[in-house]
């Protein structure tokens, strides 16, 4: 039998649209589907796992890192660096997974760069107000921070034109099918 090709999904949406609940729910429900784990500089939140969410590592780990080329891809978000390593893409690959990318759209089009079949959805909140609602209702950013985010929201989605797929997350059960949806096309 042929070995399965691994296949790359790049998942973006301004922060507070809710991928990190929609990308929770695809993983629970594809078994093919694998997340790739980013390294960040930001520190953890209350509820999140060294090696799971995030590799919570310093600045100076990841500067190291950009200089020896670990990294497929890498931004700075609200003043943390965010980066996708290169061994997490090979090692998925090579497992023949589908592997999630959740990233911000900088990120996302470097990657795509490097990866042009790479399978692009951008996940769009129903209203901007909405999105301040979700922010505040998650409870995890000071009002000065979620100004932030909404404000590099409305850049972030004036740019969703090269991802292939836009799901709006209203209503979260569609959106989570709409997206498996999209996933499944690829064998
Ligand atoms: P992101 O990962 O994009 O920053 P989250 O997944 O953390 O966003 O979601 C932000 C908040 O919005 C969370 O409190 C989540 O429960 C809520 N949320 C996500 N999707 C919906 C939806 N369709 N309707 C209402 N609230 C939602
Ligand atoms: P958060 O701090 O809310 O976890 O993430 C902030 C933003 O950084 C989100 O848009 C998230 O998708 C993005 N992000 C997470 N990991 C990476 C990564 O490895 N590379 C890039 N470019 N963005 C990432």
């Known amino acids: 039998m042929k070995p399965k090709k691994g296949q790359l999904i ?10 990190t609940t929609v990308g929770k729910a695809l993983l629970e429900r594809n078994r093919d589907l694998i997340r790739s784990v980013s390294c960040t500089t930001r520190k953890p939140r209350k509820d999140e796992v060294h090696s799971k969410d995030y590799f919570f590592i310093s600045k100076k780990e990841f500067q190291d890192k950009i200089r020896k080329g670990e990294f497929a891809e890498w931004a700075v978000y609200n003043k943390n660096y965010y980066g996708t390593l290169l061994k997490t893409i ?12 959740v990233i911000e759209v900088q990120g996302a089009e470097k990657l795509l760069e490097k990866h042009p ?6 996940l769009l909140p129903p209203s901007i107000n909405e999105l301040r609602r979700r922010l505040i209702k998650r409870g995890k ?8 985010r909404i404000k590099r929201a409305k850049e972030e989605i004036k740019q969703v034109g090269f991802y292939q797929y836009k799901v709006t997350n209203d209503d979260l059960e569609k959106a989570i099918e709409e997206c498996e949806n999209i996933i499944n096309k690829v064998k």
Do not use: Q, R
């Open 10 to 19: 790049i998942f973006s949406s301004p922060s507070g649209c809710g991928k």
């Open 90 to 101: 090979e090692e998925g690959l090579k497992a023949g997974k589908k592997i999630l990318f």
């Open 117 to 122: 079949n790479a399978l692009t959805i951008f």
């Open 141 to 148: 950013n000071t009002p000065e921070e979620i100004e932030k």
